[in-house]
């Protein structure tokens, strides 16, 4: 898909240059290699997606603030939560945590459909303007708790939640479609495990990934602060 496209082709190469070798010494290296999700990558400009004064650090390997005490994924996390998701390009995915709506942009480069929920206003609102100037036109963002899911547009092919809660929220368990992956930081407010649950002909398996370290998932079925 070319979303994003012009965008890159503006930012004087100097950016286009920072995002390969992102992905090819912070993704690539270390394991995340579907080109799909590499190529997803490599288009989506993430320095639009961090305050003007950061935007020299957006391509670093880390995490940076989005304002509100939030952050930004660091790009690996991105690129190895979405590779655990599996997309072809037919899936209609939530997404809990909006955030800066970074993420957000690599999931509609890779789906059909994306259904994003933030808790903050701000953040949605940010990020919502930051997805229609790039001109992403299949991505929803609703403000509210991303544990309640949204139950107006499930099922839901796959689920992604990119804050850390103490368990899987039942509501997303509920949601997520026959043969749909959900991939989401389970653990304490400070250290979590990427956990990937699959619901395989009704029956809701879960399988442990690695070590993370998320902002907190807030509100019901969450952290209640
Ligand atoms: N994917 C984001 C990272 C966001 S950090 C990015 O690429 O920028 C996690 C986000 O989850 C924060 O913006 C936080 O406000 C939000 N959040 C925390 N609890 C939430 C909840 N219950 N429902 C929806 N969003 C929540």
């Not at 400009?45 to 950061?54: G, I, K, M, S």
């Not at 796959?158 to 509501?171: K, L, S």
Request: aromatic residues 6%; proline residues 6%.
């Amino acid at each position: 898909m070319d979303r994003g496209r012009g965008e890159s082709e503006r930012d004087d190469g100097r950016y286009a240059r920072e995002r390969d070798r992102m992905v090819d010494e912070q993704v690539a290296a270390r394991g995340v290699t579907d080109p799909r999700v590499v190529a997803a990558l490599r288009r989506v400009p993430r320095h639009r997606f961090v305050q003007e004064a950061l935007q020299d650090r957006a391509y670093g390997d880390h995490p940076l603030p989005t304002g509100e005490e939030q952050t930004i994924s660091q790009p690996y996390i991105v690129g190895l939560m979405t590779s655990l998701l599996e997309l072809s390009g037919r899936e209609k995915v939530l997404e809990v945590g909006t955030g800066s709506g970074y993420q957000t942009a690599v999931l509609a480069e890779l789906a059909r459909r994306v259904c994003s929920i933030e808790r903050l206003p701000r953040l949605a609102e940010r990020a919502r303007a930051t997805l229609e100037a790039l001109g992403y036109d299949n991505v929803w963002v609703r403000v509210g708790n991303g544990a309640l899911g949204w139950p107006d547009e499930a099922p839901f092919d796959r689920i992604i939640v990119t804050a850390g809660g103490p368990g899987v929220p039942p509501p997303l368990v509920q949601q997520l479609a026959d043969g749909g992956r959900m991939v989401l930081p389970v653990g304490s407010p400070e250290n979590q495990v990427l956990t990937l649950v699959e619901n395989v002909g009704g029956e809701i398996r879960k399988q442990a990934h690695s070590d993370c370290k998320f902002v907190k998932l807030v509100g019901k079925y969450a952290w209640e602060s």
